[in-house]
DNA sequence: CTGAAAGCGCTTACAG
DNA sequence: CTGAAAGCGCTTACAG
């Protein structure tokens, strides 16, 4: 019969340093030194050591070994979102594998938190907080998220995907500015003129950043940056900016829209609109994810490099647990325009 | 100038257990017992407690907390399989997300492991039995996996996600032997009589398991068990296989796939032979992937409760921890037959 | 090259 | 209700 409330049965009779040391007919250092590969040990100690370790099939105690040397060896990737909305984001599965890829090698593991329904972050903080981890990865979809900076200011080892909107903390992300602006230019080389934007939210770094990569766009080509309506990340949202800008401004004859859900919103639209695309209404959007080959027409997108941005906030991370420097505060990882049938 | 090496910049300075009871004026029995919500602590010194907490900002070290309680307060989700290869699977995402959900409210945190591709999993396995979590979630997508069993052998809490082959380890599985069967009744209701499998990998479990549940749908209804052919699940393999049961039984007029994956590729080589579906050929896969309603004509299929998976794996080893019996070593989830155009 | 000793920051009987 | 003391399993100067 089990004891209720035990939940360490793996410890039980675990050996520990001390019984290594005893079977090895050495002192407590000298298995310490061995299992941490430090000099000073003769090679008959070492082996001595090495086979009491191998027969009690000993594994060091994590916790007593971080205790003193305050270290954990994994790192946080914190999802600063309710968890089951982002999981299957293609966005976040993209990070994910860029950060598992930044990470092997390194010795390090990774721990996944991502806010409960119920949680506001405190309860993620004081986890981040109490040493359970070296260092934090944060990927905040929303405005202007507190964490990253309670976080750094807690004296946390922190980096972020995406500009956050506070400030005050490293941070690593696409160029949303220049592949917006390369979005614009596209359409002003195609021949057009009255030239709108689907920006997204105005309190996401993303939105904000497109939305003046177009409006550099449009004023260098000396035009109008008054056809702007802002959208959510999402087709529907998408679709209603998109009527809205057409009811504003009937005479448009492009659209760069500040995500490919939200171009996906806007084909549907303008189809229901009987607007041609690309030849009345030209359509660009943002992020190249699965979407832009399966619309029709073929999305034209700006590609955005998600997997090297999690390997790139990895490093970051990696670089300044390690000392290093000088390191970038932030990291700006270039877009691609991805020409295809709609613009 | 940061000092290299320096890891614990969040440590350094950060108040202790001991520098709240001085400022509380209390002993350090009396900050534990607050912390820990023990009774028999008067409201005079909670309340002294609590306030020092908040000035100092006081965060419980979870290292010697967990050296002495022996427990982490987490639990790990190990994917033992290459992390890069995994991570956009829909099947692992579903499993994410219910562990996510089965977890929050739990007060325990979850911890990713995924097999690095230069890793034989002896890292892992020394990672899990060090004391860094209190239980493992093991999700191993092939064959005969040691991982789970050796995981348990070293005490600690393991349960799997699918049968494991190797045994003696709890697990919880859709019910692929009753899924399979489903599909194969439906077939013969449908009148068919020559019904052929395009079954699994021979040493997977689902494999395994959804091949008997296919045999006895036949042998029930006095159908041959003939015409079996195995594919990898992959769309590509799926074509392949199709092909071979086609010039080994050219008279089939039903298939059930062992998977969606291979029930595509399967729809494919039967377009590209000019059978149609379902009048010449009826079709059934598994899963209810995204990618049966997208497939033409849209896949009838087994679907198969993937968050639901996570979800109960998740309450088993949290059962299991929690000191709960009896528990049942192995959970089987039904599964459904979802009636599409193919079959 | 090696070991005795102190200490990391907690919890937990134990005694009062 | 409260506190002094032991101890969790390691690492790290320090002395030899």
């Not at 009779?13 to 590969?37: F, H, M, Q």
């Not at 007593?64 to 968890?83: C, D």
Request: charged share 25%.
């Amino acid at each position: 019969m089990t004891d209720p409330g035990d939940v360490a049965v793996e410890q039980r009779g675990a050996p520990t340093l001390e019984e290594v040391a005893k079977a090895a007919g050495v002192s407590r250092s000298t298995v310490s030194r061995v299992i941490n590969d430090a000099p000073g040990v003769s090679r008959r100690a070492r082996e001595a050591v090495t086979r009491a370790i191998e027969t009690l099939g000993y594994v060091p105690n994590e916790a007593a070994r971080s205790l003193v040397t305050r270290r954990t060896n994994s790192i946080a990737l914190v999802v600063s979102e309710p968890g089951d909305r982002v999981v299957t984001d293609p966005f976040f599965a993209g990070v994910l594998r860029g950060v598992h890829a930044g990470l092997s090698g390194s010795g390090r593991q990774l721990v996944l938190t991502m806010l409960a329904e119920d949680d506001d972050g405190a309860r993620l903080e004081k986890y981040l907080c109490s040493g359970h981890v070296d260092g934090a990865l944060v990927v905040s979809m929303h405005g202007e998220d507190p964490l990253p900076r309670r976080l750094a200011e807690a004296g946390l080892p922190v980096v972020t995907g995406g500009r956050p909107l506070t400030g005050g903390v490293p941070y690593v992300d696409a160029d949303n500015f220049t592949g917006a602006l390369s979005a614009a230019r596209h359409l002003v080389e195609r021949g057009r003129r009255r030239i709108g934007t689907l920006a997204g939210p105005g309190d996401m770094a993303v939105g904000i950043d497109r939305l003046a990569g177009w409006r550099r766009g449009m004023s260098e080509a000396g035009l109008a940056t008054d056809a702007v309506v802002h959208s959510d990340f999402a087709v529907e949202a998408g679709a209603e900016a998109m009527a809205r800008l057409l009811d504003a401004h009937p005479d448009v004859d492009a659209v760069f829209a500040a995500a490919d859900l939200i171009a996906v919103g806007a084909l549907r639209e303008l189809a229901a609109r009987g607007r041609r695309v690309p030849d009345d209404v030209a359509v660009v959007g943002f992020d190249d994810s699965v979407l832009a080959t399966m619309a029709t027409p073929a999305l034209t997108t700006v590609r955005q490099p998600v997997e090297e941005l999690g390997r790139t906030m990895t490093w970051r991370l990696l670089a300044q647990l390690a000392g290093e420097e000088p390191l970038p505060p932030s990291i700006l990882l270039p877009t691609e325009l991805v020409v295809r049938d709609s613009a």
